[in-house]
C-alpha cells in the first residue's frame, strides 16, 4: 500500500488527544444513599470494571476514527500493476475518433455518443485544477490547447461526426505537443476510437514519459459496399463520342453482395447502369459509357443502394473536354504542307507555324501539342523549354532533320531522358508492327488483324537503346527498331520518331489511317491524367491554369453553398489552390475569379478509409500496441471514472477509510448511549 500525500500521516499525532483525555479524565461521583451495606464492595467492583471496559471501548473507537480520517486524507491506494502514481496536477489529452466509422451503432446509440460519454467519465475522473486537451480528427485550433475540466466538458459536448479520417500515429503527436506545452511534467493521453485497422499504426508504444489509454469501443457488425473510385480509361476525355468510365466497386465484409445497382448522373439526368455481384472481402470493375457532346466542364455522379453505411455509395467526378486545342509546328525553313493540311482539317484545331528563330517562349503553355519538323540544331535554350513545356503536361512530337546536328539533339534528349540518336541510315525500311495498346492507337482500327498499309522510309536514324529510358514503342520496324517512341516525362510525353518527315525520306504523311490519328490524339491527350476527383482531407492542393493577369485578383471556391477563397500560389502557367480544411461536404466546387462563369468545377469525395469495418479486438490491440500502454476494455454499461482511478492510480482506499472513520464513530456514539454503567 502506497499513499498519494504521505505527508497528512503526521497528523497522527492526534492520537494523543484522545488518549491524554481519556488519562486525565476525572469523573465526578454521585451520592447514591444505600441501607444495605452488605452489597456495597461487591457492587463498587462490578460497576468498576465495566465501566473501565466502556471506557476503553470508547477511547478505542475515538483512536480508530481519528486514524481513518488521517489516512483518508492521506489518500491510500493499492498500485496498478506496472503503474507509476505521480503527485500534483495532470495535463490530460483526450482523443475522440469523430471519423465516418463511428456514426455505427454500439448496442443502442451511435459510437460516437459513447465515446463522448466516455470522455466525459475520463474528464471527472481527475482533479478539477488538472488540465485537459480534448482532440479529434478535424485538429482544429482550439483543440490544440489545454483547458480547464468545465471548458474540457463544453468541447466534448460539441464534437460532431466529421469527414476527417487520420492515422492514430498522427493523433499521438498532436497529444504530445499539445501536454508539452502544460505546466506540469505528468503527462496522460487517452484515445477513444473503434481502432480500425487502416488507421491504427501506432506499434509497440515506448515512450516512458506519457502514459497512454486506449479506450476500445466496440460497434454491431454491419454489411458494407462502397464505391472505391472511378477513372476515364482513355487519358482525357473526348466530345461527340462514347468515352469509357471505369468504376471499382468494393465490398468490404465477408459476405458476398448480391443484386448492387449502380447509376450515373450526368447532365440532369439519372441513368440505371446495371447490376452487380461482389464476392466477399472482393472489388469489382464495370464500364459506364459517357456520351459527350459538348465541350467545356462537366459534372457526373455515380451511386449504389447500400444499407446502413453510405457516405461511400455516391463518387462525384468532374472533366474538362477543351474548346479548342491548339498546336504549334516549329519549322525549320517552310511549313510543312501535308502537317498544315491534316491539322487543318480537324474541328477544334488551330494550327500556328513558326520558324526555330521567331518563337516567343512564353507561349508555349498556351498550346496542347508542339511539333518539331526537321529541325537540324536545337539549341540549348529551346531545348529547356520544350523540356519545361512536356514536364508540365505538354506533348511534343520530334521529327528530326535529315542533317540533324547529332551533338545538340543528344545533349536535347538526354535532359528527358530519352533514347540518343546515333547515325542516319540510307537504307529502305518498312514499318511491321503497331502497338493498338497504347492510347495513340487504341481503338482507331475496327479489325486490328487487318492488312494496314503502314509506313515505310528510305532513310532513317538509329536510336540507342537503353532500357532506363523508359522506352514505349508505338510503330516498329521489321528489323525490331523503333520507328516511334514514346518517352512519359512527369506530366507529359515526348514522341520521337527516327525518320524525317519529308517525303524523300517518309511517306507517313500519306498513310492516312496512321498520321491523321496520331495527331489527334497526341493532341487531345496533353495533360494526361487529369484528375477526375479529389479525397477530402487528403488532397488539400488543387492545380489549375493561371488565368489572371494581376497578382492582386483573388480565386474563390463555391459550392454546396459554401464560398471561401482558398490559400493560392502562382508559378508560371499554374495557380496552386490548396484547401486545407475548409472543405467539409462531397461535392462540386467551381472556381471563380471576378467574372460569373466557372474556371472550372472540382469533385470532393469522402475518404474511403472508413469504409473497411475491420477493427482491432482488445485482445489484439494490446498485442500491437505492447505492455507500455494500456487498454481499458470495460462493458458498456460500466462507468469509466472509477476504472481510470484504478489503472492509473491503483486501487484508491481513502473512501473505505472515511467509511471506517464513520463506522467508528457511531460505534462510539452507541456506547455512551447505549452501555449503562
Known sequence: MQFLYPTFLFALAALAIPVILHLFYFRRFKKVYFTNVRFLKEVKEETSARSKLRNLLVLLMRLLAIAFLVLAFAQPFLPAKNA?????????????????????????????????????EAVQAYAPDDQFQILTNDFEGRHQR???????????????????VKALSRVLTRQQQALSTGRTENHVAYMISDFQRNITDIENYADTTMELNLVPLQAVQERNIGIDSAWFNAPVPIANQANAVIVKIRNFTG?????????????????????????ANASVL???????????WHEAELAITDYPVQFDDTYYFSFNVREQINVLAINESEPGRYLTAALSGMPNFKLDNLLSQNLDYSSFSNYQLIITNGLSNISTGLGFELAQFVKEGGNLLVFPGRNANIDTYRSFLTA?????????????????SVNTEEFIFNDVF????????????????RLATSASRGEERLLSYRDGNAYLAKYQVEKGNLYLCAAPLDEQYNDLVRNGEIFIPMLYKMAISAGKGQKVAYTIGRDEVIEANHQATSSDIVYKLKGQGREFIPEQ???????????????????FYSLFLKAATPLGTYAFNYDRRESALDYYAPDALAELIGQQANIINIADTAVLTAR??????????WRWCLILALVFLAVEVLLLRLWKV
Request: charged residues 25%; hydrophobic residues 35%; without cysteine.
Open 416 to 432: 528527358f531522358p530519352a533514347n540518343e540518336l546515333l547515325r542516319f541510315e540510307e537504307e529502305p525500311r518498312v514499318v511491321g
Open 255 to 279: 459476405e458476398d453482395a448480391e443484386n448492387i445497382r449502380l447509376s450515373i448522373g450526368y447532365e440532369g439526368q439519372t441513368k440505371p447502369v446495371g447490376t452487380l455481384s461482389i464476392p
Open 569 to 587: 500560389r502562382i508559378i508560371g502557367s499554374k495557380v496552386f489552390l490548396s484547401v486545407n480544411n475548409q472543405v467539409r461536404d462531397a461535392g
Open 286 to 296: 464495370d464500364t459506364v459509357n459517357l456520351s459527350i457532346q459538348r465541350t467545356g
Open 146 to 164: 489545454l483547458v480547464g475540466r468545465d471548458d474540457a466538458l463544453a468541447l466534448i459536448d460539441e464534437v460532431a461526426i466529421s469527414p476527417e
Open 84 to 120: 507509476e502514481v505521480k503527485a500534483g496536477t495532470k495535463a490530460v489529452s483526450i482523443f475522440i475518433d469523430n471519423s465516418f466509422s463511428m456514426e455505427a451503432l454500439s448496442q443502442d446509440v451511435p459510437l460516437l455518443e459513447k465515446a463522448k460519454q466516455r470522455a466525459r
Open 446 to 461: 475496327e479489325n486490328r488483324s487487318a492488312n494496314l498499309k503502314l509506313p515505310s522510309t528510305q532513310g532513317n536514324f
Open 644 to 653: 481510470i482511478e484504478e489503472q492509473s492510480q491503483g486501487t484508491p482506499l
